[in-house]
């Protein structure tokens, strides 16, 4: 199994609510299949954690705001679009956002097709909520984050 190191990134507004992504995969291996993400993505060769988690945040969002030091580490294990799977080493990284505005400009072509739409949780509706949400530990880095 191939691993796959990763950069996620854990955006709270001024309201402290935090932007996940929906994945929708309407064909190929993971058709009919949606769920929840924060932003972020695969560290590329030569990249360190906290540079891919820079790069993936302004891609993704179009916010240029430092993303500090990891908070947090999970290991998963996930199936790509390809069908394949791989094991993860996801890092993690906190911003605090003032706009709730995001910018899609540098999202690629991947991300296009499958990143169906964003919103701004709080912690109650993410508590509550029956969508599948990754990463399964995401209230108490968000908890963590706050504190």
């Known amino acids: 199994m191939r691993e796959r190191p990763a950069a996620r990134i ?4 001024a309201e402290n609510k935090i932007l996940l992504f929906r994945f929708c995969f309407d064909d190929g291996p993971l058709a009919g299949e949606n769920y929840w993400a924060t932003p972020g993505g695969g560290v590329e060769k030569g990249e360190t954690f906290r540079n891919a988690a ?3 945040l302004f891609e993704e969002t179009g916010f240029t705001i430092d993303v500090g030091e990891e908070i947090g580490q ?3 294990i996930f199936r790509v679009p390809s069908g394949e799977y791989v094991k993860a080493d996801e890092r993690y990284f906190f911003v605090r ?3 709730n505005t995001i910018c899609k400009d540098g999202q690629s072509d991947v991300e296009r097709t499958y990143l169906k739409e964003h919103r701004w949780w709080s912690l109650t509706e993410l508590e509550s909520t029956s969508h599948t949400i990754f990463p399964e530990n995401l209230i108490p ?3 963590q984050s706050l504190s």
Do not use: G, I, K
């Not at 854990?10 to 507004?13: A, F, G, K």
């Open 10 to 13: 854990l955006v709270l507004n």
């Open 54 to 56: 820079q790069r993936e």
């Open 74 to 76: 999970h290991d998963t």
């Open 97 to 99: 956002v003032t706009a």
């Open 141 to 143: 880095l968000v908890t």
